[in-house]
């Protein structure tokens, strides 16, 4: 029994002493259940929500890139509206560092992504890639069309009680909270452009951390009638200024996609996420606020078309998170139908029609702007196949490293290590941008071929590279910390509840 005891309060002090220490929470002021509820949530409390103890992400020069409830974690990805992805390398207190990665276009992976064949094309196409043959050609022309879109949408809503101050009076109303409102505006803005949407406003209370498990069995359920893309409507916890914004003169709230990086689709549904962005930028400018790749399922591994949408904020009014729904109709249904709004409709019919049709990417006068395709996400779901292969090698290896030692030593010996690496990390990104600009200003100068940019572009892929490795390391670190924590808590339970008994 003595030992039992100690070896209890051996790992409480461990799990103490761990907390203590990290950037993301203390056990003060709530019980070790709360705080675990809390983290799996990964949202902030309501205490801390009505408090404004927010989240905020800053670049390296401070500059506030995002404010929000949802718990910031190392390694997430940030889209901001004007496309700029940053990566979140450290974070303290309530303040997460992020690191300014590249700007993202059409799409997320940057092309090309083998630094060997950026070289290869850069030095004057040495093993180029053979060109497409007229056989392969008219192959390509013999395939068999996609599938007709079903014309159908689904929408839920995990937690259910998330609702809008300014409108129903308080965060949060236990059952079908303002958010449900925001999903019917949606829902009947959809319904006018002839789409077939199942709004299930099944409840999946508590708002806590069941709440995603309770509201996978409505997805799935969902999943069953063929949806063309499913979305699961929230609103964040921000301040108003935030998501508030105006757009062709009426005051609505930005909507923000979030995209869960723990899930095997995470490629795919953030090429579509960035896809309908990009939609969005064309047909409602401002509306999207950004793309947040966070830590997390969201039951996006049931299908890389389901998307996590944050209508405005709880400081928000819910009248202008209903508007801004509404505009995202707009967005979905051109980008799966290539619906037009009337406008450019009456402007087609009065246009008198091309004697040949433009090419998709040169849209002619008046012509409304080619429906995106999907292209991006089909390059993101092959990609994924290889990148699988590769994640499945990596995890081996980790399980391998892991199994060398006790969590407890790799724990203490991995985290000084990689705290002490990372400024070197940094500093590295910076001379390799800084070596970038002196070896493309000496091309200039010499006026030689692209060779040499192409070599200062590949030093700081590599150096980027070394950021994604650590990352992981960290978050492996992270998780079997969590372990400890969740096991001792077992223990510590299983011990008071014995005792209690005697």
């Known amino acids: 029994m003595r030992r039992f005891a100690f070896l209890a309060i051996f790992l409480l002090s461990i799990l103490i002493a761990m907390s203590a220490t990290s950037p993301r929470d203390t056990l003060t002021a709530r019980s070790l259940l709360d705080y675990f509820d809390n983290r799996e949530t990964g949202e902030i409390s309501r205490e801390d929500l009505l408090a404004e103890r927010y989240y905020t992400m800053v670049d390296e020069k401070g500059k506030e890139i995002l404010v929000t409830g949802r718990i910031i974690h190392v390694g997430d990805e940030y889209i901001t509206s004007d496309n700029r992805l940053y990566r979140v390398y450290r974070v303290g207190g309530r303040t997460a560092y992020a690191r300014f990665i590249r700007e993202v276009g059409a799409f997320f992976e940057e092309d090309p992504s083998d630094i060997l064949v950026m070289l290869r094309e850069r030095l004057g196409g040495w093993g180029a890639v053979p060109v497409q043959t007229e056989e392969q050609e008219e192959e390509g022309d013999n395939l068999e069309p996609e599938a007709e879109p079903q014309r159908i949408i689904g929408i839920y809503h995990t937690h259910n009680a998330e609702s809008f101050i300014p409108s129903d009076g308080t965060d949060s109303i236990y059952g079908e909270g303002g958010i449900h409102d925001v999903g019917e505006s949606f829902r009947q803005a959809l319904e006018e452009k002839n789409i077939r949407v199942m709004h299930d406003e099944t409840l999946h209370l508590p708002h806590d951390r069941g709440a995603y498990r309770r509201s996978r069995v409505t997805a799935e359920q969902l999943l069953e009638e063929g949806p063309d893309v499913m979305f699961d409507i929230h609103r964040d916890g921000a301040p108003a200024a935030a998501y508030a914004t105006e757009i062709e003169g009426e005051s609505v709230t930005q ?108 849209p002619g006068p008046g012509d409304a702007p080619t429906p995106p395709g999907t292209q991006g996400v089909e390059d993101a779901a092959s990609q994924q196949i290889f990148r699988l292969l590769g994640i499945t090698l990596a995890i081996i290896v980790g399980f391998m490293l892991l199994n060398a030692g006790s969590i407890e030593d790799i724990h203490v010996k991995l985290v000084p290590y990689m705290e002490k690496l990372q400024p070197y990390t940094q500093q590295g990104d910076r001379f390799l941008a800084g070596l970038q600009e002196k070896i493309h200003a000496l091309a200039l100068r010499a006026k030689i071929p692209e060779a040499a940019t192409a070599l200062g572009a590949a030093l700081q892929a590599t150096g980027r590279e070394g950021d994604r490795i650590l990352v992981y390391w960290q978050e492996r670190i992270h998780e079997a910390a969590l372990t400890i924590k969740e096991r001792a808590i077992i223990l510590y339970n299983q011990l008071t509840n014995r005792n209690k008994l005697r």
């Open 255 to 362: 909507v923000q996609f979030v995209v869960g990086r723990q899930n095997a689709n995470m490629n795919v549904t953030r090429q579509f996420a960035l896809d309908l962005k990009n939609t969005a930028d064309e047909i409602h400018p401002g509306l999207v606020k950004g793309i947040f790749m966070a830590r997390g399922n969201y039951n996006q591994d049931l299908t890389p078309m389901n998307l996590l949408l944050e209508v405005g904020a709880h400081q928000n009014s819910r009248e202008d998170a209903e508007d801004g729904a509404a505009l995202f109709a707009d967005v979905v249904s051109y980008y799966f139908y290539g619906d037009v709004d009337n406008a450019l409709e009456e402007e087609e019919e009065a246009a008198p029609a091309p004697a040949t049709q433009p090419p998709p990417d040169q």
